[in-house]
C-alpha cells in the first residue's frame, strides 16, 4: 500500500463536496457544513444503545462514535475490493463534529477498501472550514479520517 | 431607558446581582412590547450550535472566530471588537445578556472578554442555553439582520482582571484557584477527561494552586449555586477572603472565567483575574515551577 500523501486527490464524492465548500463564501461554508449535520444518517438499529460495539472518537470535543464495516468478507471479492460502510454517532449538541462525520459518510460510504485507504490524510482541511470553524476544531475530522483508516485496514489484515 | 435588573430572590442574595438573568425573567422580556435595548447574545463552544437554533432574535459571538486575533494569541483589539459589537447592533449602552453551551462556559468567557473592553452592561443567563432547552422554550434558526450601529473604538483594560504569565509568576505566594478537574491538577492528565489532548508538554498545576473545579460552583440544571453555598466552597473551605488577590486558571482560560464571575460577581471579589494563558501556556514554558500530585 503506498502512502497517502499530501497532493493525492480525493475520492470524488468526497472531492465534489470539496469543491462545493471551496467555492462558498466563509459564511456560506458554515450553512453548508449545518447541512450536512442535520443530514447524517441515524445508527442503524442494531447499533442503537450499544456505544461499546462503536469506536469513541476521543480527539472530538464531544462523544462521537464510529465504525467501519468492510463488506463481503466471506465471498470472493478479493480485499481491496470490498465495499466499505460507515456509521457515525454524534450528538445534537456537537453540530460541527455531526457535520464533519457527514461528510466522511456522503464521500467515503460505499466506497472500496482500496479507495478509502488511498485517501489523502490531509483531506479534512481541503475544504476551505479552518476559516470557517478555526483549525483547532478540525483535528476532530482528522482523528475520525485516522480511525476509519485504521478499522478498514485491520479489518482486511 | 435602561433594561431593568432581574429581582430574582435568587439573584438578590449574591455581591451583584445585576449580572445575572434567569430564563423567567429573559422570556418575559423578549415578548414584551418593548424588551428595550436588549441584545442576546450565544457564544458556545460548538461553533455551529447556534445555527441549529437560537433563542429568537440571539445573535452569535464566536469565542474562537471573533473574540481572539486571528494572528497573535490574544484578543481582538479594539477596532475589532467595535466592529463585531456594532455588527450585531449593540452599542455601548446596550443591554446584553450572553448564554451558551457547556454551564456557559464560553457565555464567561465572552462576558469577560467584554469586561475587558469595559462594557457597562453585559449579563449572563442563568443556567444557560441547556436549561433554556429543557425548559422547552422556543429555539428558531432564523437569523436577526441588526441594523449597523456605531460601536466606539475603547481601549481593552487587561491590568484589573486578566494575568499574564510574568504576571502569575510575580503572584507566587498569593492565592491561585485551579479550576480543572482533578486528574489536570494532578498532572496524570494532560487534557480534561474525554478531550483532545492540547499539547502540553508538562502536566500539574501552578505552585500553591488550590484545587477547585469550576463545576463546584454549579447546581445540577447548570445553574449557579446560591451563595450559601458558594461561601460555602470557597470561603469556608478554602479560606479565601473577598478582600484576596486571586487568580484563577485553567486550560485556555474558559472555565476560569466561569470561576471568575462567581467570585467577582457572586461572591464580591474584588481582585480576581483570569490568567488565559492558563496551562497551555504554564505546562509548555520553559523553567517555570510546577507541581504535581493530588490536593
Known sequence: MTPAEAGTPLPEALGTIAEDFTSLSVRDRLTLLLEFSDELPELPERYQGHPELLEQVHECQSPVFLTAEVEGADD???????????????????????????????????????????????????FGLGEAVSPLRLRGMAAMLARIKRQVREAVT | MPVPFDDNPKFAEYAHPERLVSTDWLAARLSSDDPGDLVVVESDEDVLLYDTGHIPGAVKVDWHTDLNDRVVRDYVGPEQFARILGERGITRDTTV?????????????????????????????????????????????????????????????????????????AHLGRPLVDVRSPGEYSGELLHM???????ALRGGHIPGARSVPWARAAAE???????????????????????????????????????????????????????????????NSVGVPIEVGSP
Open chain 2, 221 to 283: 440544571d447548570g445553574t449557579f449555586k446560591n451563595r450559601a453555598e458558594l461561601e460555602a466552597i470557597y470561603l469556608t473551605e478554602q479560606g479565601l477572603a473577598p478582600s484576596d488577590d486571586v487568580v484563577a486558571y485553567c486550560r485556555i482560560g474558559e472555565r476560569s472565567s466561569h470561576t471568575w464571575f462567581v467570585l467577582t460577581h457572586l461572591l464580591g471579589f474584588e481582585h480576581v483575574r483570569n490568567y488565559d494563558g492558563s496551562w497551555t501556556e504554564w505546562g
Open chain 2, 97 to 169: 445578556v450572553i448564554y451558551g453551551d457547556k454551564s456557559n462556559w464560553w457565555a464567561a468567557y465572552a462576558l469577560w472578554v467584554f469586561t475587558l473592553f469595559g462594557h457597562p452592561d453585559v449579563r449572563l443567563l442563568d443556567g444557560g442555553r441547556a436549561l433554556w432547552v429543557a425548559e422547552g422554550r422556543e429555539l428558531t434558526r432564523e437569523v436577526p439582520a441588526p441594523v449597523l450601529v456605531e460601536y466606539p473604538v475603547v481601549e481593552r483594560h487587561d491590568a484589573s482582571i486578566r494575568a499574564l504569565k510574568d504576571d502569575v509568576l
Open chain 1, 76 to 126: 470472493a471479492v478479493a480485499p481491496p475490493d470490498r465495499r466499505v460502510r460507515l456509521y457515525f454517532q454524534a450528538p445534537a449538541e456537537a453540530p460541527t463534529t455531526r457535520g464533519f462525520a457527514s461528510i466522511l459518510h456522503a464521500g467515503l460510504d460505499g466506497l472500496t477498501v482500496h479507495e478509502v485507504l488511498a485517501v489523502p490524510d490531509d483531506a479534512p482541511f481541503r
Open chain 2, 193 to 199: 477527561p474525554d478531550y483532545p489532548q492540547e499539547g
